[in-house]
């Protein structure tokens, strides 16, 4: 009998990746309206111990509190904008402080004093607190949400959840980090991270150490699960990778993971498609380090990576291409991900 047929599902179009009007919407679409990976808690430890990110051009910080409960806020000063933090992460004293003019904020976000500010009848600082930002917690993993409406976090992870089962990940710690800055639109990066179908050509290394031919990639909600038997039992990789809508890799290690955030970097300033910036957060049990084989096959696997999607967009800049066709064997993620990307963005592209 011969097997159903179906059209090969069409890409999105080459003007997509490339067209900077775009990046304003996929920005309050896609990104305010997702839960945003941001850091594991064990680098929120004490009370006041904080950690800022930019998500999607939205500067957020995390702090601990007095109480213990982790916060997240804007970080963005309620009196001309100013920024209550300096550097990727520290300890402050009770208080965050603003870096402009010294206003002093709360741990939870209560504007406690306006400095120097001088007489004001009118003005009432308990209507000038920091504008909260939803955060939760998964495993350990801070996530934040801009949109406070969205679902809670805990269901958008159910699938990965069921998934690893008993696994235990308590008391792990950060224990390296990585950034990459790539030549490509976010998206280009990210279809690469959802399909293993160029794995036997792009990375011979990794290649030895799992079955590509076996390489499957299965939707589960707004979850790609990628799972490859191993071909040798000290392989460096466990042989499961998840990707969670839109931009976030949790990559699976014998002995911890490594959480993989493909940031945007908008094209706004730049013009063209924007940048890519790759943050790779790599967890381990406390008093171990990331091993040295695994970070050299990371190096190795990134690079490799690195080298294609810059070609890739390279071609799709060069307006030869305009729409190709998806395998169906092995494109099932690329081909979800498009589909949530149309139906996020309404419409408005291809
Ligand atoms: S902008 Fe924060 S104190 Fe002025
Ligand atoms: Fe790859």
Known sequence: ?????????????????????????????IFAASWQFVTH???LAQAGDWVAEAVA????VVVRGEDGAIRAFHNVCRHRAG???????????????CRYHGWTYTLDGRLRAARDFGPSPDFDPRAFGLYPVRV?????LVFVALDSAIAPLAEWLAPLERRLGSADWSGLHIAG?????????????????????????IHPTLDAEIDSARYSVTMEGRIALHEAPLRKPDAVYEGLWAWLWPNIGVNIYGRGLMMERMSPIGPSQTGGPGQTRLDYIYLMPEGETVSEETMAMSD?????????????????????????RLSSRHEGGVAAFQAFYREAMG????
């Open 300 to 324: 190795v696997v990134v690079a490799e990576d690195l080298w294609v999607v810059e070609r890739v967009q390279q071609n799709l800049d060069a307006d030869v291409y305009t729409t190709g």
């Open 1 to 29: 009998m011969n097997a159903p047929t179906q059209p090969a599902i069409e890409t999105l179009p080459a003007s997509v990746y490339r067209d900077p009007a775009l990046w304003p919407q996929e920005r309050t679409r």
């Open 83 to 97: 920024p209550l933090t300096q550097g990727d992460s520290g300890h402050c004293e009770g208080v965050l402080t």
């Open 136 to 140: 939760e917690l998964w495993r350990g």
């Open 347 to 350: 419409g408005l592209a291809g």
């Open 57 to 60: 051009g939205y500067p957020v």
């Open 41 to 43: 808690d064990s680098a």
């Open 177 to 201: 980090k990585r950034q990459h800055l790539i030549a490509c639109n976010w998206k280009t990066y990210v279809e690469n991270y959802l399909e293993g179908y160029h794995v036997p050509l």
